[in-house]
């Protein structure tokens, strides 16, 4: 676990202030990948799905109260997909 906190360190620091062409951070042009293949799929505009996961990810930083690196959000999250899964199987 040790060696692989240390490698996402690095890409962290190695891909910290990347930005492409058009200002947009790898998040940002991921996350609207994904809003366009939604809204393909599902007939919903584009616009509104790419609010809506904005604002989940808005909330998730709110909420979020660790280091902001990606093994401390992984840990972060953790818990709470198990929290989930394991809340809706007992419906």
Known sequence: M???SKRLRRLEE???SQKNEHGLTPVDVLRQRI???QAAETGRPYEE???ER???SQAFWASYDGDRSIAGVLRYCRPLAHATTVGSAAL
């Open 14 to 16: 190695s891909h910290l």
């Open 49 to 51: 799905l790419l609010r």
């Open 2 to 4: 040790r060696s692989i």
């Open 54 to 56: 904005e604002k989940a």
């Open 35 to 37: 809003c366009r293949r």
